[in-house]
């Protein structure tokens, strides 16, 4: 199976930048696709699909939020942060089966 | 918009078959293809498989002796089931649309259900 390595938080103040990290133990790309997805957590809730194919906006996600990256490490970005971002992240490859996950990352205020 | 709803037992004993429903509201599961996914405690999440628009399923080979994913066309439903269900079955599951079989990202969920594996 693909590991996904995520680091477990990071700590972040209000309105700056949030980088969050996945890398993987082998590429997740396959020709032009790159097949690496965002999700965001909050406590008591689904998980949200954020980012799908490493780069792309899934329906209704604020601007704010991006994605980056190509075969085996890709980048969230939020910028800038806001107080309802405060979650947990996770990555998702689909290159090969099974699809894993990252250990999620918690976002934290500083 | 597509809506999902898990429902099934919050308890299960150890050794006996864990069957959980998912009931899709705002779009037929006869398109599109549609998963199970499972989050432990300490937060580590698993893909368990999924079934197509036309039936078919794929299954996570760590489950594959175990679990199994069908459908009832008729009240836009589907289910699962994993047998011999031990403590390490103790998780929220998911049910979930998935956006077409190259992404695989889960793109609507439902609220998720606690199971609980215990004697």
């Known amino acids: 199976d693909i590991v996904l390595t995520q680091s477990p938080a990071l700590a972040v103040s209000l309105g700056q930048r949030a980088t969050i990290s996945c890398r993987a133990s082998q590429s997740v790309s396959i020709s032009r696709y790159n097949l690496m997805h965002w999700y965001q957590q909050k406590p008591g809730q689904q998980p949200k699909l954020l980012i799908y194919?490493?780069?792309n906006l899934a329906s209704g996600i604020p601007a704010r939020f991006s994605g980056s990256g190509s075969g085996t490490d890709f980048t969230l970005t939020i910028n800038p942060v806001q107080a309802d971002d405060i979650a947990t992240y996770y990555c998702?490859?689909?290159?090969?089966?099974?699809?894993?996950f990252g250990g999620g990352t918690k976002l934290e205020l500083k | 918009e597509v809506q999902l709803q898990e429902s099934g037992p919050g308890l299960v004993k150890p050794s006996q078959s864990l069957s959980l429903t998912c009931s899709v509201t705002g779009y037929s599961i006869t398109s599109n293809y549609w998963g199970w996914i499972r989050k432990f405690p300490g937060n580590k999440m698993e893909w368990m498989g999924y079934?197509?628009?036309?039936?078919?399923?794929s299954y996570n080979p760590s489950l594959k002796s175990r679990i199994s994913i069908t459908r009832d066309t008729s009240k836009n439903q589907f289910f699962l089931q994993l047998n011999s269900v031990t403590t390490e079955d103790t998780a929220t599951y998911y049910c979930?649309?998935?956006?077409?079989?190259?992404?695989?990202?889960?793109?609507?969920w439902g609220q998720g259900v606690m199971v609980t594996v215990s004697s």
């Open positions: 998702q490859q689909s290159r090969e089966s099974p699809p894993t």
């Open positions: 194919r490493a780069s």
């Open positions: 079934i197509s628009y036309s039936g078919s399923t």
């Open positions: 979930a649309s998935l956006m077409d079989p190259l992404t695989i990202a889960a793109d609507y």
